[in-house]
């Protein structure tokens, strides 16, 4: 499975050269690269990160509750336990940063109001 994956995963960098060098450039990673980024990008991104992984430890959940089988339940559990180590790392990690809230991606991760 795991060189199977890796052709993939070798076969659709290649195919998508041109894409994977404008994430490679862009400004964030660049400036990620060479020290220059500012505390605060840096927490804006961890901030909106923890949230985006909270809302999809929810979706798994719900996926884990109706799972079709114990094998779909079992998946979106495992997911779920590393999902939460994820993203405790990184609210701590962005909690040591300077800088107040950045609610940015609340909209698209709370449920719509009806």
């Known amino acids: 499975m795991a060189v199977e994956t890796q052709a993939l995963s070798t076969e659709m960098r290649g195919n998508n050269q041109d894409i994977w060098g404008q994430i490679d450039n862009h400004p964030f990673l660049a400036e ?7 505390d605060s990008k840096l927490k804006y991104y961890f901030t909106q990160n923890v949230m985006y992984i909270d809302a999809a430890i929810q979706f798994l959940a719900i996926g884990a509750a109706k799972a079709p089988d114990s094998d779909a339940r079992n ?3 495992e997911l779920i336990g590393i999902a939460n180590e994820e993203v405790e790392k990184q609210r701590n990690f962005a909690a040591n940063l300077p ?14 109001p009806r």
């Open 99 to 112: 800088g107040g809230e950045v609610p940015t991606c609340l909209l698209y991760t709370s449920p719509s």
């Open 75 to 77: 998946f979106c559990v």
């Open 32 to 38: 990620l690269k060479d020290g220059t980024l500012a």
